[in-house]
């Protein structure tokens, strides 16, 4: 069993930035892949962007690319997602999730390759 909890979620303007946290407890940190899902009113969640166990291998949706950055510490069993150039339209309750993935390049980029996922933090842009 994994646990998740996000933090860092927040009001900011649009073109600011925010870095949400996730801290992970109850296995091997560097035996997932870890993954950063959003979900905005009336609509379904959306992948955002993942990294396997190393870090050395990332992927985004194209709507963040350029402007989200997903990394890891593993020594501090905690995934991050700085966002900057924020935008009203990434208003959204983010969830991390965690992926058993071994010591492999994979990063799930549906919810269905998941196995564990945190309680989410809400994230809302002014615009």
């Known amino acids: 069993q994994v646990q998740l909890v996000e933090s860092g979620g927040g009001l900011v303007q649009a073109g600011g930035s925010l870095r949400l946290s996730c801290a992970a407890s109850?296995?091997?940190?560097?035996?997932?892949?870890m993954g950063w899902f959003r979900q905005a009113p009336g609509k379904e969640r959306e992948f955002v962007a993942a990294i396997n166990w190393s870090g050395g291998r990332l992927t985004y949706t194209n709507s963040v690319k350029g402007r989200f950055t997903i990394s890891r510490d593993n020594a501090k069993n905690t995934v991050y997602l700085q966002m900057n150039s924020l935008k009203p339209e990434d208003t959204a309750v983010y969830y991390c999730?965690?992926?058993?993935?071994?010591?492999?390049?994979?990063?799930?980029?549906?919810?269905?390759?998941?196995?564990?996922w945190g309680q989410g933090t809400q994230v809302t842009v002014s615009s």
């Open positions: 999730a965690a992926a058993l993935s071994g010591y492999s390049t994979v990063v799930p980029a549906t919810g269905s390759g998941y196995d564990y």
């Open positions: 109850g296995r091997t940190f560097s035996n997932y892949a």
